[in-house]
């Protein structure tokens, strides 16, 4: 599998959803084949999505330590 950066999974998220609109495009008029290759895309925009969702969680930051020291905030009186 590729591993693309955050930046160009969310411009492959984005190029897709314009073509996934695109094609949503007179669908009171859509066949049932048109309806299917809709569908379709908007299943890949959905995996797609998911992979802009870890490319996001996997480049921002993961320590969740508070800033300061729990122990210097109880000696400082300000607990």
């Known amino acids: ?5 955050l930046s160009e999974n969310a411009k492959g998220f984005m190029d897709y959803a314009i073509d996934t609109i695109n094609a949503m495009d007179g669908a009171p008029e859509h ?8 569908i379709a895309k908007i ?3 959905k995996t797609l999505l998911g992979k802009l969702e870890q ?3 996997d480049n921002t930051p993961s320590d969740t330590a508070s800033p ?3 122990k210097y905030i109880a000696a400082a009186g300000h607990s």
């Open 68 to 70: 300061v020291d729990p």
């Open 55 to 57: 490319s996001y969680l």
């Open 1 to 5: 599998m590729e591993n693309l950066t």
């Open 31 to 38: 066949s049932s084949a048109q309806k299917d290759e809709v």
């Open 43 to 45: 299943s890949k925009l």
